[in-house]
């Protein structure tokens, strides 16, 4: 079982910049995992953003994402933060992230484990 926390969500105007973080928990491992961020905009799926696996983080991204998300983690592995440049309003919506411990992270739909979600509202 894995314990996601989200953070910094907020309200940003149009052409801004946020970033978000995410600190996973698991209790008695330290074992390597996937991580990654997903959002949820109105009316549409949620869709993966990018993700990686905390112990040797190469990036995975679909390509409609790339150029203004990018991921990165923390001092501490199991943190992964969300840099998102030039928003735009279609951005606005819930941003979770998530985790999966059985590998394969760039195969999206395996992921398991969500935190509650962060709301990004873009203006």
């Known amino acids: 079982h894995v314990q996601l926390v989200e953070s910094g969500g907020g309200s940003v105007q149009a052409g801004g910049s946020l970033s978000l973080s995410c600190v996973a928990s698991?209790?008695?491992?330290?074992?390597?995992?996937?991580m990654a961020w997903f959002r949820q905009v109105p009316g549409n799926d949620r869709e993966p953003i990018a993700g990686?696996?905390?112990?040797?983080?190469?990036?995975y991204q679909p390509d409609s994402m790339k150029g203004r998300f990018t991921i990165s983690q923390g001092s501490n592995k199991f943190v992964l933060n969300l840099h998102m440049n030039d928003l735009k309003p279609e951005d606005s919506g819930i941003y979770y992230c998530?985790?999966?411990?059985?590998?394969?992270?760039?195969?999206?739909?395996?992921?398991?484990?969500w935190g509650q979600g962060t709301q990004v509202t873009v203006s």
């Open positions: 698991r209790r008695r491992s330290s074992e390597s995992f996937c």
């Open positions: 990686l696996y905390t112990g040797n983080p190469f990036t």
């Open positions: 998530a985790a999966e411990l059985m590998g394969m992270c760039d195969v999206f739909s395996r992921y398991k484990y």
